[in-house]
């Protein structure tokens, strides 16, 4: 794999109330403080708002790259303030790669735990309850601005000293077909089969 990711910073959060909706929300996150551990669930201490939705084994930790914050910034000077790290939920800020330079399956070790990436984030509305804006959901989708999640595949402690996310393997050679931000169009997560039946037809599952 040619891509150097770093983590810029973990993050994780409480549920609280929404000041805009009243919904239960853990979206806003914060730097933890030393060490946390990764399991197959996510970071210990992270919650969720919805768990129905959010987080479980195939959205344990979610990955947005740094790069993505100067452009929001640039997009939307409206809201500039608060486009800063863990501004989109996630639990590591990464920098060196987007969504196009990661493919599903790919494995990263961070700290003692092994990640494999699963799939691209689906945006919710609590991202325009978030930002206040009714289509910050759809702009995060059409950018292509998500960023992907991790399932853990042996728990571990991590913390931000754990600057390196140290690539291991990748299931094939880099395909843009794979890489996260195709995937997205498509439906398909990391078991490489279509999140949707409705597409008519199933990718094979690859070896």
Known sequence: ????????????ARSTSSAHSGEPSAIVKH??????LATGTGLVGDEQGDPRRHGGVDKAVH????????QWRSDLPEQADLFH????GENLTVAGAVEADICLGDRFH?????????????PCWKLNDRFGRADMARLVQQTGRTGWYY??????VLQAGDADLIAI??????DPFWAVHAAQELGCDSDFEMWTPEYGWWLDKRK
């Open 169 to 174: 393997g990748r299931q094939a050679l880099y």
């Open 110 to 122: 961070l700290g003692a735990a092994l990640m494999e990436v699963s799939q691209g984030r689906q």
């Open 63 to 70: 990955a947005y790259p740094l790069a993505h914050y100067p």
């Open 1 to 12: 794999m040619t891509c150097a990711l770093k983590s810029s910073a973990t993050l994780s």
């Open 151 to 156: 399932r853990v595949i042996e728990s571990g």
């Open 85 to 88: 790290i863990g501004a989109f």
């Open 31 to 36: 730097p933890v403080a030393g060490a946390v």
